[in-house]
Nanobody, 119 residues
């Protein structure tokens, strides 16, 4: 059984920073991508950032220059560092794990954590 357990998030003022962490158990994701998606109320879930098994990062346009994804394959963890947050970053953020480096379909989701950015 695979679990992705998230921590971090919370309330921050615009311009501030938050760090989201995710620890996977039950399966190694060293052969696949890991990443983060988010969903705001009334909107579709969207990919924020992902990192391939080889450590190559990919970012949504809104995340470039502000967010940084990292992973530690030995610890089976992935982290999203979010800087210069804006109110429209407010969403539930989900950790994601993939069987492979194909990120068109998410194989496993974390439980989600709320990020709220006030203005």
């Amino acid at each position: 059984q695979v679990q992705l357990v998230q921590s971090g998030g919370g309330l921050v003022q615009a311009g501030g920073s938050l760090t989201l962490s995710c620890a996977a158990t039950g399966r190694s994701f060293s052969n696949g991508a890991m990443g983060w998606s988010r969903q705001a109320p009334g909107k579709e879930r969207e990919l924020v950032a992902s990192m391939s098994s080889a450590g190559s990062p990919n970012y949504a346009t809104f995340a470039k220059g502000r967010f940084t994804i990292s992973r530690d394959n030995a610890k089976n963890t992935v982290v999203l560092q979010m800087n210069n947050l804006r109110p429209d970053d407010t969403a539930v953020y989900y950790c994601a794990g993939y069987y492979s480096d194909y990120v068109g379909f998410t194989d496993y989701w974390g439980q989600g954590t709320q990020v709220t950015v006030s203005s």
